[in-house]
């Protein structure tokens, strides 16, 4: 045997990638300019882009007034929005006419109510069901005494006074922790084999689903006093609570419905044999499996409660839509050509805000749950 | 259900109250008594408190004169209309937008639920931040906005932008001609309806030709020659015409001519926007839905791009998209009643605001309002399990 | 641990849900220690919050003086602002002891609603308002005209029967919510806002330039606003009745909130009776026998209320006119306290 073949013993490095597959100009080619209409398309964009950027600049930065501008600068001609309006008003957008001496007790509220969402939300985080007894139970009862006073001898402020981004999250919070389990509920009855029980659910869904929240709304406020005893009234804070709970928890039911049919039946048939009754068959076996699957599905519906919430001025509540048109219609010390804009698109971030960070979870906890294939 | 026959086999060792047939019925008895009770408490205390007030009720009122105006409607109205006709008006109006609103929302939201898919980043982008921008703004906010940008936006009556057409726009709205057929017009719609008795007889043809023979016959071109042609013939040939009425200014306002008010416009405008965006959501959640290997297998058929998709992913797309988006149609028409905080006169705002306080009804008006609404629903549902019977799978 | 809970939700949502057995209104007040008051969501001069949440205003003030006639404290009210849709049954529902909001006294709302009008506050009427420079000078110009209106409202109705009896026609914009109107109007969508002529006055002086519009001569109604109570409780209507007739008498008599105290040692056996002085008027109310001066030492009278809120030297400018005194050519008069 000669040693006549060649054979190499250690790989050629690799040639770098032609320049034209790599870096900026091949990812424009390949991602702007790919076909005609592409470029066609790129151009078009690009002088969209060119066209509306510069005046959203001017008027967010470029022209607008900073928080320590004066009423005058934002009445000046090509001035653009109005930032020391927001300013002076905070105060008002965010508590409503709730006492000032008093805004340490919304601000504990919402400290609370970060302090235990937050690790709620986080996956990893220990003592999960403590948090969710805490979060769900505990506190918003916690923070009716503190926002209401009357108790430990806190001063009395009535909800008439509550207001702004405080009444927003609270209806906000609320409903979705009470619209949850009714939702669930309701979701298990319409899957019931008992008649009438599925029938009630089923018309309960139906109608309040088939309804635009405004009448909902209309009834809490004009036809509730009617339904009550005599003498009997309930105040219009919790009218917007329930009304808004009602809607929500008809829509999580139908969100929670489609998970429970995502449950093989092999999963109830093995868990009745395992000798469960109904409902720690429901409780241990089918719930944890159908919620995982449509928390995608509960948190849109919670974006779509908390942009609700927007319409609880029917019945009277000053949210934080509400507290700015308010202030927008009465702040004559701020009147400008736009003051009132800049309060919308003030209003329009924070709704923004919060609806996207859920989005955003929803995503996420979507992605961590996708345990299935994917290409 | 396993339990229970268990139970036959078995001695019947499970005591009464664990019996599940029984403790089911138990359940369900509470139920109704519990529901019933509080109909009864909420009907009790309701007569107690009409009786209080000394305030009767029916729906009598329905045929009273409403005294009253509405500034929009396609109905004649005057301020001597019976309430069931304040009715009519309020729904028609909550038709008119919930369908011009349907029409707009769905070309945006294809285009823009297509544009997010696309291989091209600004084009993607763009959607993308749309669709963010959008969704995550509570209509009632933007409605505000357009409502109010939109009045601030346009010139006074007296400096209105004329557009081509002896149309005209200002802050009272937009006010175009209204075209006033005459008598032989009729014949025109004749020819249309033929033509359209036509289109679908050729389609009928064509997919039999293709099942048959596997050739395929230009049908959109042609249906599109055919309506054109057949309609522009009986025009020609009867001698129709149409003479239009332009809007003139008059001392505070455009009369005649058809007019199209600010709330109108603002009020189909968000509700397009506001609703294109979750379209746009449910047409890429649709197309992507459709497997991967769908579109390979169509490649390896050698199906061109354009029949790939035409053939391959849409049909299969459509089956996801369709259910969600009725019911963001149905949404559409549901949201259309925030049209009452911005003035547009649709149902709630006739109905149930006006013709309620006025006649103090306010059971009754609520009462019809959802009805009107239930009917909307439970129409749509009639028709989506129809439209999934038709299209499901039929496996093997 | 749980059936703390359950205790404490539903002490939480009793909160929130008040029962007030059918004993009299008078006593409920007595018993929770504030007067609640219906008020709109902000007539400047009638009833309006500033920036932090007081609210002042004629009709404001007559809460106040209810307030001070029971509690000797007129700070002592708690107000709720509601719409025009919803005010009457918040009131028979008792959601508010006292409905004190622009609202016009008509035979059907007395004699169909369970309620009852107390007196005429303010006698007022339905007028219009339109932008100076499109120079119309009468109503009778407004023939197809863009008018913006509050949808529940008298208002709406009237507007309708004018233009229909004077030939005219009718093109309206209705919005729920009075602030939409005002600014409907305020951005052009309408060339006319109408509404009582005293709101119109009112929503005027919110503008930024007040003096661009005008209010028209017209007056094409009768609208004579008043405070409203629950019909059925004599108590409470009366001590509203005559809380109302006390600030008239006062102006008639003229003791103001600054003179008061002096005219406690006055002469006039009418200031005698109406300060309490002489004789008791206020045990059969329920108050106290000193009502009549808390009401003057903490509220003023009439005039000075009127003076304070709407008067000339406010921007609202309204001149007293119908609402004079009946000795100063006006028709407001008190029955004689004795």
């Given at each position: 045997m000669t040693d006549i073949g060649f054979v190499r013993s250690e790989l050629v490095t690799a040639r770098p990638?032609?320049?034209?597959?790599?870096g900026a100009i091949a990812w424009a080619q390949k991602n702007?300019?790919?076909t005609p209409l592409d470029t066609v398309l790129t151009i078009l964009g690009l002088l969209f882009l060119a066209w509306i950027i510069p005046p959203l600049y001017g008027f967010f930065f470029g022209n607008a007034v900073g928080p320590n501008g004066t009423v005058e600068q934002c009445r000046m001609?090509?001035?653009?929005?109005?930032w020391a309006y927001i300013a002076a008003e905070m105060e008002f957008f965010i508590?409503?006419?709730?006492?000032i001496p008093e805004q340490w007790r919304p601000n504990i509220v919402f400290a609370l109510g970060a302090i235990l969402l937050v690790p709620l939300l986080?996956?990893?985080?220990?003592?999960k069901r403590t948090n969710a007894v805490l979060f769900i139970v505990v506190y918003p009862i916690l923070s009716y005494f503190l926002l209401?006073?009357?108790?430990?001898g806190l001063k009395v402020i009535p909800t008439e006074k509550w207001g702004g981004l405080l009444v927003t999250l609270i209806i906000s919070v609320i409903g979705i922790t009470l619209s949850f389990p009714l939702g669930v509920i309701l979701a298990l009855g319409r899957q019931s084999q008992l008649p009438i029980i599925k029938t009630v659910c089923v018309g309960f869904i139906e109608l309040i689903r088939a309804v635009p929240l405004i009448t909902i709304l209309f009834m809490a406020s004009i036809m509730l006093p009617l339904f009550m005893p005599q003498g009997m009234t309930v105040d219009k804070f919790l009218r917007a609570i329930v009304g808004v709970t009602l809607f929500t928890s008809a829509y999580m039911a139908e969100v929670v419905r489609g998970g429970l049919q995502a449950i093989p039946r092999g999963q109830y048939e093995a868990a009745s044999a395992l000798g469960l009754g109904y409902w720690k068959r429901m409780w241990f076996i089918i719930l944890p499996q159908a919620l995982k699957h449509v928390i995608p599905g509960i948190v849109n519906n919670f974006i779509s409660l908390f942009k609700d919430t927007s319409l609880v001025y029917i019945v009277g509540m000053k949210d934080l839509l509400e507290a700015v048109k308010t202030k927008n219609d009465t702040a004559l010390e701020w009147q400008s050509a736009n003051t009132a804009t800049t309060g919308y698109i003030f209003a329009a971030m924070v709704f923004w805000v919060f609806c996207f960070g859920m989005s955003r979870y929803s995503m996420y906890m979507e992605r961590r749950l996708n345990t299935g294939y994917k290409r | 259900m396993t339990t229970r026959e268990m139970g036959h086999d078995a001695a019947?060792?499970?005591s009464f109250f664990n019996d599940p047939v029984i403790r089911g019925i138990i359940y369900q008895i509470v139920v109704a008594v519990i529901l019933v009770g509080f109909i009864v408490w909420i009907v009790g205390n309701t007569a107690a408190n009409l009786a209080a007030q000394n305030k009767t009720t029916g729906f009598?009122?329905?045929?009273?004169?409403?005294?009253f105006d509405i500034s929009f409607s396609l109905l004649p109205w005057s301020?001597?209309?019976y309430y069931w006709e304040a009715f009519l008006v309020g729904l028609l109006n909550t038709l008119l937008v919930a369908f011009i609103g349907i029409v707009c929302a769905t070309v945006l939201g294809f285009t823009i639920g297509i544009a997010r898919l696309s291989s091209n980043f600004i084009v993607s982008r763009l959607a993308t931040v749309y669709v963010e921008i959008i969704r995550n703004i509570p209509l009632l906010l933007q409605l505000f906005f357009w409502y109010f940008a939109v009045l601030k936006a346009m010139p006074a009556v007296r400096e209105s932008i004329a557009l081509p057409l002896d149309s005209f726009i200002n802050q009272r709205g937009i006010f175009v001609p209204r075209p006033i057929p005459d008598e032989q017009f009729g014949f025109v719609w004749i020819g249309l309806a033929l033509a359209i008795l036509g289109v679908v007889a050729l389609r009928h043809w064509a997919k039999k030709r293709l099942e048959a023979t596997g050739q395929r016959f230009p049908v959109f071109l042609t249906s599109l020659a055919i309506l054109f042609g057949v309609t522009g013939l009986f025009f020609v040939v009867s001698g129709a015409s149409v003479t239009f009425e332009p809007p003139v200014l008059e001392r505070f306002n455009f009369k005649g001519g058809l007019a199209l008010p600010p709330e109108f416009v603002a009020l189909a405008f968000g509700l397009t926007i506001y609703t294109a965006a979750f379209i746009a959501e449910t047409v890429r959640g649709g197309i992507q839905s459709v497997n991967r290997g769908q579109t390979e297998a169509a490649q390896s058929l050698g199906l061109k791009e354009n029949d790939r998709l035409r053939l391959v992913i849409v049909p299969q797309a459509m089956r996801v998209i369709i259910p969600p988006l009725t019911s963001q149609y149905l949404n559409l028409t549901k949201n259309s009643s925030l049209g009452a905080a911005i003035g547009y006169p649709e149902l709630v705002n006739v109905f149930a605001g006006t013709a309620l306080n006025q006649t103090g009804r306010a059971i009754e008006c609520i009462a019809i309002t959802m009805l009107v609404y239930l009917c909307f629903s439970l129409l749509t549902s009639a028709i989506m399990n129809w439209y999934n019977a038709r299209v499901k799978l039929v496996e093997r | 641990m749980q059936k703390k809970l359950v205790t404490l939700t539903a002490t939480a949502i009793l909160g929130l849900t008040a029962v007030s057995a059918q004993a009299a209104i008078l006593d409920d007040v007595k018993a929770k220690g504030y007067v609640q008051c219906g008020v709109t969501g902000g007539v400047p001069g009638f009833s309006a919050p500033d920036s932090n949440n007081v609210w002042t205003g004629i009709e404001v003030d007559f809460c106040r003086a209810m307030a001070a006639a029971v509690?000797?404290?007129?700070?002592a009210v708690r107000y709720t602002s509601l719409t025009s849709q919803e005010r009457f049954t918040a009131l028979s529902a008792g959601e508010v002891d006292v409905l004190s909001r622009t609202t016009t006294w008509t035979m059907s709302r007395d004699t169909q609603l369970g309620i009852s009008f107390v007196g005429t506050m303010f006698y007022d009427g339905q007028g219009f308002m339109v932008r100076k420079?499109?120079?119309?000078?009468?109503?009778?110009?407004?023939?197809g005209a863009a008018i913006c209106i509050e949808s529940g409202t008298t208002t709406e109705l009237n507007a309708a029967d004018y233009f229909a009896a004077n030939g005219l026609e009718f093109n309206t914009v209705v919005f729920v919510d009075q602030d939409e109107v005002v600014k409907a109007y305020e951005d052009g969508r309408c060339d006319v806002y109408t509404t009582d002529s005293s709101a119109l006055a009112a929503e005027r002086s919110k503008?930024?330039?007040?003096?661009d519009h005008i209010i028209l001569p017209e007056i094409i109604s009768k609208e004579p606003l008043g405070p409203v109570v629950r019909a059925g409780d004599t108590q409470w209507f009366n001590l509203a009745r005559w809380t109302y007739f006390a600030l008239l008498e006062a102006e008639e008599l003229g003791v103001t909130s600054a003179n008061v105290d002096e005219m406690l040692?006055?002469?006039?056996p009418a200031i005698k009776r109406l300060l309490g002085v002489?004789?008791?008027?206020?045990t059969p109310l329920?108050?106290?026998?000193d009502w009549a001066y808390q009401i003057i030492k903490h509220v003023g009278n009439y005039a000075e209320s009127y003076d304070r809120n709407v008067?000339?030297?406010?921007?609202?400018?309204?001149?007293?006119?119908?609402?004079?005194l009946w000795k100063d050519g006006g028709i407001q008069y008190a029955p004689p306290i004795r």
């Open positions: 990638a032609p320049v034209r597959t790599t702007l300019f790919a001609e090509n001035a653009g929005a109005c508590y409503g006419f709730y006492d986080i996956p990893k985080a220990p003592f209401a006073g009357g108790v430990f | 019947p060792r499970v009598d009122f329905l045929w009273k004169t409403a005294g301020r001597g209309s | 509690f000797n404290d007129a700070e420079a499109d120079g119309i000078e009468s109503a009778l110009d407004l023939s503008f930024a330039n007040p003096d040692g006055s002469d006039n002489e004789g008791d008027f206020g329920g108050v106290t026998k008067g000339p030297a406010t921007p609202i400018g309204l001149e007293r006119g119908l609402n004079a």
